[in-house]
């Protein structure tokens, strides 16, 4: 198994992934699956700042992990906004921890110091979009849950939740640490 840094090239791979999560599941609050352009455009927009990575097995993608902004204003410089997806057979085998501790590494060492998954959730056991996986995964991570909002989303004819997780990745000193753009390597 091997993680490395996504390109646009993998955009197909990478939306053959995530292209089940929008078309069956609420995970997503997304309503139409993206073009291979429009994800790799994704792609490019995310690297220009913060890490997209991969995780392949003999050369099959297997899943990928990114952060992006959680705010734009420069306060928020610290603060991000992470996801995760996997390939459905990819689950349970600690591909997700991997392809996150990679993630955190990489966002501690630019000076990120606070790490946010925000995650839809469910109140109703027999979901058929949607279990508390998710939940589950982020507090296996560390995560705790920082805030919920009610009803917010809106797909499958059904309103969910979406709950803020929060993971600390370095001290919160002062001043800030000194916050960098991602370089791939």
């Excluded at 927009?45 to 204003?73: H, I, M, N």
């Excluded at 996997?86 to 349970?92: I, K, N, T, Y």
């Excluded at 998710?134 to 809106?154: D, Q, V």
Aim: glycine share 8%.
């Amino acid at each position: 198994m091997q993680i490395r840094c996504a390109t646009p090239a993998d955009a197909e791979a990478l939306l053959g992934i995530y292209a089940p999560y929008v078309e069956q599941t609420a995970i997503t609050f997304e309503y139409d699956v993206p073009t291979v352009e429009e994800f790799a455009a994704r792609i490019s927009g995310t690297l220009e700042e913060f890490p997209y990575l991969v995780v392949e097995d003999d050369g099959r993608v297997l899943g990928y992990a990114y952060a992006g902004r959680l705010k734009a204003r420069r306060a928020f410089d610290w603060a991000v906004e992470t996801s995760i997806y996997l390939a459905g057979d990819a689950r349970g085998r600690g591909i997700g921890r991997a392809l996150h501790d990679a993630l955190a590494k990489e966002l501690a060492r630019m000076g990120v110091t606070n790490l946010y998954a925000l995650v839809a959730a469910t109140e109703d056991e027999d979901d058929p979009h949607l279990d508390d996986g998710s939940i589950r995964f982020h507090e296996r991570m560390g995560y705790r849950e920082a805030g919920r909002l009610s009803r917010c989303g809106y797909k499958f004819n059904r309103w969910y939740d979406l709950v803020f997780m929060e993971l600390d990745v370095a001290d919160h000193t002062s001043p800030a640490p000194a916050r960098h753009a991602f370089a791939a390597r």
